[in-house]
């Protein structure tokens, strides 16, 4: 709501399950958690626990809720978090959403600790750092909800870097959206619908750029249940019962 962009944890690809705490937006029409969901179709179940507005602060405590220690089939085999556009709102113009960079860090290296305690190694974590900021289009925005600018690119840049950081720390991959989508100098704006949140092209960007991470962790899974061509005609149950996996 507002001026804010959802914070994520997911996609979580298990087994059976992808999660991923992505942007609120990550399911529409489109979104590249849709996309993810589109490939991974008979391979994966993609869980969106994105939440509109969610900081890092909020993140750590509802962690808990979202991804709990199960049994191998509900051990994910990818989990995204997605953070850092509304930890990184400047204090003086949104304190609600604000998170000190160090804490920021902390918050995220505490999820990760976290999922390391539920049975999902740093080799199945991808951080996802926030997209740059364009500030005139958000400055708009702003100003048609009666307030000032409330981010600035550069800072969003320091939270992207944090982010990274905590990636290295863990071993776990690391998608850096901000770099990628200025690199060279590139006119981003299109990335973003308002400045802040993903447009059509910039849920693309992402998942083109998310997919080969997801896909090296689950190509050796197998499809569930069997293409229709392949189900044994007369004894149908022969092809269809059982672990489904052949």
């Not at 991923?20 to 993609?46: E, H, I, P, Y």
């Given at each position: 709501?507002?001026?804010?962009?959802?914070?994520?944890?997911?996609?979580?690809?298990?087994?059976?399950?992808?999660?991923?705490?992505?942007?609120?937006?990550?399911?529409?029409?489109?979104?590249?958690?849709?996309?993810?969901?589109?490939?991974?179709?008979?391979?994966?179940?993609?869980?969106?626990?994105?939440?509109?507005?969610?900081?890092?602060?909020?993140?750590?405590?509802?962690?808990?809720?979202?991804?709990?220690?199960?049994?191998?089939?509900?051990?994910?085999?990818?989990?995204?978090?997605?953070?850092?556009?509304n930890d990184s709102a400047l204090k003086d113009e949104n304190p609600k959403q604000h998170v000190p960079l160090e804490e920021f860090a902390a918050n995220l290296r505490s999820m990760v600790r976290y999922l390391q305690s539920v049975d999902v190694p740093?080799?199945?974590?991808?951080?996802?750092?926030?997209?740059?900021?364009?500030?005139?289009?958000?400055?708009?925005?702003?100003?048609?909800?009666?307030?000032?600018?409330?981010?600035?690119?550069?800072?969003?840049?320091?939270?992207?870097?944090?982010?990274?950081?905590?990636?290295?720390?863990?071993?776990?991959?690391?998608?850096?959206?901000?770099?990628?989508?200025?690199?060279?100098?590139?006119?981003?704006?299109?990335?973003?619908?308002?400045?802040?949140?993903?447009?059509?092209?910039?849920?693309?960007?992402?998942?083109?750029?998310?997919?080969?991470?997801?896909?090296?962790?689950?190509?050796?899974?197998?499809?569930?249940?069997?293409?229709?061509?392949?189900?044994?005609?007369?004894?149908?149950?022969?092809?269809?019962?059982?672990?489904?996996?052949?």
């Open positions: 709501p507002g001026a804010s962009e959802a914070g994520s944890v997911g996609p979580f690809v298990t087994p059976r399950r992808c999660h991923t705490v992505s942007r609120m937006f990550s399911f529409q029409q489109g979104g590249w958690g849709a996309s993810l969901a589109d490939m991974l179709v008979r391979k994966c179940d993609v869980l969106n626990r994105g939440f509109s507005g969610y900081n890092t602060r909020w993140a750590k405590i509802i962690l808990p809720r979202l991804v709990r220690k199960g049994s191998g089939l509900d051990s994910p085999v990818a989990v995204t978090i997605f953070f850092g556009a740093e080799g199945r974590l991808i951080l996802i750092t926030p997209p740059p900021l364009c500030e005139a289009a958000w400055a708009q925005e702003c100003l048609q909800q009666g307030c000032k600018l409330n981010r600035l690119n550069s800072v969003v840049g320091e939270y992207a870097r944090a982010c990274l950081q905590v990636a290295q720390d863990y071993g776990a991959e690391a998608l850096d959206l901000w770099t990628l989508m200025q690199k060279d100098g590139q006119d981003f704006s299109s990335y973003l619908s308002d400045g802040l949140h993903l447009s059509p092209k910039g849920n693309e960007f992402v998942f083109s750029h998310l997919w080969p991470l997801i896909e090296k962790k689950v190509s050796s899974l197998p499809f569930l249940l069997p293409y229709w061509r392949d189900i044994a005609e007369a004894r149908p149950e022969l092809s269809l019962l059982g672990d489904g996996d052949h």
